[in-house]
């Protein structure tokens, strides 16, 4: 995620070179066979082209609106990680205990127990993201990162799975039971406590959502022509009433339909690996300090901190 | 779901050929009328018909805004279902066990209701597709789907039932009743299990709803119809001011405004079998190999692949 | 609800002849004045008149939003009705056993009072129906649909009551503390059950939400004013540019913002007897067919169809 | 809330004849100068001022639609009221029973219990009531109105909190604890009424925060400003093109532009006793008749009327 | 947060006096180039910038409508804080008591764990608000905050913390643990409390994500970029129509436009300690008026007031 209140001049002109490059050609081309050639019939009447402008600047205004809902659920659905983490934190360090087993568990059972709970929760936030920017489990940093949170063979078991976030999660699931089964937790608790599994798949599943449902291709791919098709026709529209005026005018306005068109594009996919991404990886870093100070641990990694303003 | 990032322009003039047809038709007769036989009186001039555009504009940002918000209804629904079925089987899974039994139930009969209660969940879940495309449970294909999942007779006896998929999920309820009756389960679990039916039965309502509920059919129309009268007029408002470059000009602005009234209409229905739909084989697929993964079956199927840019 | 997919010309014109003759007239008075008799002050020039076009056009908008939200809200209160319909019917026949009982209940207490919960939820839907469509529980047709399924001394008694659904709903509460208080379910159903009639409270009272408080009239009034005031003012900025095609185009689009009024008018209002209304009848059988098929019954009455396309 | 389909000339006139008049000296005054002594230099062109009315048309609408949702968020909250009275009195009247009493409570307790926490209910609602009104609970015809539904010692205890209603509530909590201590309601049942308070403290939160949280200044007040920047300009645009037409045209769009700010004006506090206000008075009402049914009372108070189609 | 009806004129011109200089001057510049040295090319026609103005308008209605939407979605959340904070202290008081402990706590036990609940949930408030406010917990005035309601070492041991609030609600978990082992509370009630902690942990989490999510830059920057390029296009774009008219007219269309652009900003971000901010501090008082009411406590402190019109 980019976090600097500006972005620097040469940020956007490497951005848009390309397309203002584009604009100057077509509208000095426009003006010289107009203006200099003085061939009339290039040059269109403004007025139908303000009309066309009003309907592509509704549908950008739609197809942002909708990009940027789809960013801001994103976000929302990371903040809901960031709830239940701590929330599964606090029950499993306050509800397993010795306090309904039947002799046969230690007070040290039930702590190893919280660790593992815990730190397979850090392995399934993980492994999420990683599922989430496609990147392959098998890789050693992907690897480097797991390997703290999970056993080695558990890890290579997940591996073998279609989607390990969702078999990470199973495994919890499995754990819990088994705690019941040797009274480390009593049915109350176990009830709750699996429930926040519940929601850590509704979560995990509507980032999936979001990651395989790109916008309709239909509404982003003819949003794109129409701006094409608008910005193109600017300088016949232009060079009757401006003259020379059209080359900077036409740059400039096809430059701001064009750009508000990408803005949208950058925004729609949130978990690309972009710049403009929901800022996963030091999240999860976040996650992982609060979750380990409620193990009372005290050797623990420092937050990340934004690289040339983008935080990943 | 359309899922490649542009499309092609084959597919766009075969999509589109008619209507172009008849704009260039419609506009060549106009300004031969006009220019060649010099009825002034045609004419109309363009002031009105901007303010026309705007309103038409206005109208279609409302109907392609409620028609993509349909679409992602329907997206987030089949979200909730993907999520839920996972839940179901994790708590299937770790549920149903032999600890709350009176000693007449063995380790395998946990194992085979654990099977059966997440295989009819999968018949559950096919039918439901079925009945939102409207196929007919009783085609050879249909049957041969989700005979894999619950026996002929249970098979037979559902497809006499008005509603199928309702009457699968009552069966599970029932299910569940038995197995609390003899000991697999207990109130606690019991309970937890059948708020899983019941967000079952929630989600497969709302799929009907959308199914059955279209966008109500005068926004629909009326929307067409006017979007019609814009465009028939465009010629004439624009034969005056463009002479003959209103030929391709009105195309291209007609051609738009068509676009996005079938872009609207296109994805109003997700449920419709249509290259715009909800990829509900796809998931289904997917489901399917998560819970088999989580029941610890190694012989699963393959996901589905895009056919054309077409995930079904 | 009208279901066809088009709207026929008969049913559009015998709609909107009247307003479409006093526009000729009005379009046809200008006209005579201005190009006939030459009082050239009657003219207005266009360009204000578009200006108030896009503000009348922004109005609309907004108000058929907020009246498609009305009638989608509505739909979705319905749909949310099916669901815990189909829910509570799962959970009676699936929760009322003789399993919690002391001896004294056989199976088939448990059967009728599964029946009886089932049937007077059936009473509790249709009476929130005609309560909705401020229909008189007394008169014969009421009558005769709601005495299938709960008693007469029943039926007379609620009918003596201010609000019936409320108190059919809180005679499914204490027929549920009866059934606790005899064993024939337990505090976990119990509960469950009980909380199903909260949903159904929650259901009923926003159906009366919409019923009671329409949009407020203040928008709804003054939207109706402004178009009218804007499409009165049409023909006199048409007339000095349009000349005598004034009259055809000044009809249509004065055609085109008051019919965009009146589906906004249509469509705010989803109970009330209309044909944009949420078709409750049919919903009522649909849903009383499932839950008796639930119930296994066996002899079910048909499920209704459109009359003229419309289904009521 | 107002309730008549339409609002009648006079209420019109009563409410604009101010900025009417404003409107009409101003228009009069610019026509003068302009057209009687010819100072041509007042006059500036429309066009920019088009522009300007799109803005602010905007503006307008984005405002609206705020103050609309505030209302129907109110509307809805009060519906929530509505449905959470219904099911906390059906649940007081079947939880609370001496079924689960060790014997030394009689049935006649168990009703007077029953009684007591459904009127301290409604003694709640009408304190939220007046409360969202800022009206003094020690004020006669308040008093008059909770005297009926808890003792003078509590009232009199109550009026002396800061929050009212918020220490009704904990009263409430505080009987049920009581109840549960001498076992009038068991675990199960005390649980599922406490959490009906819960949802009564949400309700209740949720209309203080739309009392005390206005829509942000900013946007009212520069709405305001930027309307009038708008109307004031009106005629120095028209005066050119229109002539003496400016003073009938002028005020005509100036009136619609002030009345729609006025009405987001109006409609964006829905508790403050004017007459587009939630009809609270009204629905206290109802939800007492409702409630004292559920108790199986008689003799009940009538429902409020509208009165000149203002219902309170 | 601004709570007076309208703004002072001198706190608009303190406001805006900077960008109307610069208006002015570039008006002026713009006016004397063309009117007085005659230098005709810089004119440009109006009716380009009329569309570019309405894609502007529509730009910053987006932007101003995604800025309210975060200001009003914070308020809920505080909302939020308000209504589980009086739920929360109402269950420690009825639910925080001797009947189920096994005879070793008194009463006074009881009440003393009630106080040490509800005011650790007053710390945490606290904390809250200067954790949002990125203010340190070690200057005095934050400290002498909180030492109210938690014990030195406690709140020395938590200041040492990555996220402090965090580890004050895993605190109350504990000692919720810590009750349910000495009797103090049973099961039921347990997991009641628990789940109040979970809202809570929700409720901080919104909090957090709309204080570090920013409205992505690229949305916000862009606006401001063209509103720019729109405000200082504007005077060449009224020189032609306006002659010296353009000076005031500009600088008014231009301030227009830019304030609506520094309202959308201003509003954005709600926990900045800007005069726009959610009132954390007196919400914070408000809290605890309501809670030590609960406690039964008599001597509180006052709700704080508005000092300027600004409420904190």
Chains 1, 2, 3, 4, 5 share one sequence.
Request: proline share 4%; with cysteine.
């Amino acid at each position: 995620m980019y976090i600097n209140k500006t972005i620097s001049f040469r940020v956007i002109l490497g951005f848009a070179w390309k397309n203002l490059f584009i604009f100057t050609i077509l509208a000095t081309l426009v003006c010289i066979v107009y203006l200099h050639y003085g061939v009339k019939q290039v040059a269109i009447p403004f007025l139908p082209l303000g009309t066309l402008g009003t309907a592509v600047a509704i549908l950008l205004g739609f197809r942002n609106n909708s990009a940027y809902d789809r960013f801001w659920e994103a976000r929302k659905i990371w903040g809901g990680i960031v709830n239940t983490s701590r929330s599964f934190a606090r029950q499993v360090t306050t509800f397993v205990t010795t306090q309904f087993a039947q002799g046969d568990m230690s007070e040290e059972n039930a702590k190893t127990l919280q660790k593992e709970l815990v730190y397979r929760h850090l392995a399934w936030l993980n492994a999420l993201r990683l599922h989430l920017r496609r990147e392959d489990l098998l890789n050693e940093t992907c690897w480097y990162e797991l390997i703290h949170f999970i056993s080695e063979e558990e890890l290579k078991e997940i591996n073998l799975k279609q989607n390990k976030p969702t078999q990470l999660n199973q495994l919890q699931g499995e754990r819990l039971q088994y705690a019941r089964s040797v009274g480390l937790i009593d049915d109350f608790r176990h009830m709750e406590l699996d429930r926040s599994l519940n929601v850590m798949y509704d979560l995990q599943g509507k980032c999936e959502r979001i990651k395989n449902t790109p916008l309709p291709r239909q509404y982003a791919f003819f949003t794109k022509v129409f701006v094409w098709v608008f910005v193109c026709l600017l300088p016949f529209g232009f060079v009757d009433i401006l003259h020379w005026m059209t080359i900077p005018l036409a740059v400039l306005v096809s430059w701001i339909f064009t750009v508000l068109e990408q803005v949208g594009h950058y925004t729609e996919d949130p978990f690309s690996n972009g710049i403009n991404d929901i800022p996963m990886t030091s999240m999860c870093r976040t996650i992982e300090i609060d979750l380990r100070e409620q193990l009372k641990e005290t050797e623990l990694p420092k937050p990340l901190r934004a690289v040339n303003g983008v935080l990943m």
